[in-house]
């Protein structure tokens, strides 16, 4: 690949790379607003329920909690979708920039360790040439095993919250119409159900035996 082509398409992976990450920080920023909105709004209904001898207060709790898992689910599963796809990039980038002579405490390798600190065995050091380390990274994101741990410490927050949102459903449906306790508590259930998804489906931090397989396999070629 010449110098010119390497430039363009380096340019052209980040511009790609800066507006899947956008949507990744939209994302995060409209399931707050949404669930915001959604328990401002039921919670607010809940409590003058009771002020005016309303019996349909459990109700909008009910809804709160439904509503609540299912924006939550979505929103993880979006986050892992779209982070699949970032992930997709990291070998384009790193060859790129091997053409263009950038050197591996910098760009895109330097990004990879400081969020990914178990690939400094393989993007620091010597044990693996500038080739073999991007062939490394591709079959990392091949295994799905290029993930991030703080996508797996906010998956295990959010499943502990629809854990308790799914609580509150079940220490309440003894108030509600069936109809809507079992759409209420079935819609949480969806929720951790989707972040479970996200979690299995995509990119996975990785193991130290991934890793190790990797530079196995590349490091002889």
């Known amino acids: 690949m010449k110098d010119d082509d390497a430039r363009a398409l380096l340019q052209s992976t980040q511009n790609l790379r ?3 990450q956008g949507v990744l920080s939209l994302d995060y920023l409209f399931s707050l607003a949404i669930n915001a909105a959604i328990w401002t709004y ?3 209904a809940f409590i003058e329920s ?8 459990f109700s909008y709790l009910a809804v709160a909690t439904g509503l609540s898992s299912l924006v939550f689910g979505l929103w993880r599963l979006h986050t892992r979708y779209l982070y699949n796809r970032i992930a997709g990039l990291y070998p384009d980038l790193l060859l790129c920039e091997k053409v263009l002579g950038i050197d591996s405490d910098r760009g895109t390798a330097a990004y990879l360790v400081s969020t990914i600190p178990r690939l400094r065995r393989i993007l620091s050091g010597d044990a693996l040439n500038p080739h073999q380390k991007g062939e490394a990274i591709s079959y990392l994101v091949a295994e799905k095993s290029m993930g991030r741990l703080s996508h797996l410490v906010i998956d295990i927050i959010v499943l502990g919250i629809i854990i308790s949102l799914f609580g509150l459903c079940i220490s309440v449906h003894s108030n509600l119409q069936f109809p809507l306790a079992i759409s209420s508590i079935t ?4 929720g951790f159900l989707l972040v479970l998804c996200g979690i299995f489906a995509f990119q996975r931090y990785p193991s130290q035996s ?3 397989a990797a530079i196995r396999q590349y490091g002889e070629s």
């Open 50 to 57: 009771f002020s005016t001898g309303s019996n349909q207060g």
């Open 187 to 190: 819609a949480t259930i969806i």
């Open 210 to 212: 991934t890793i190790t």
């Open 18 to 20: 800066a507006l899947w």
């Open 42 to 44: 039921l919670l607010r």
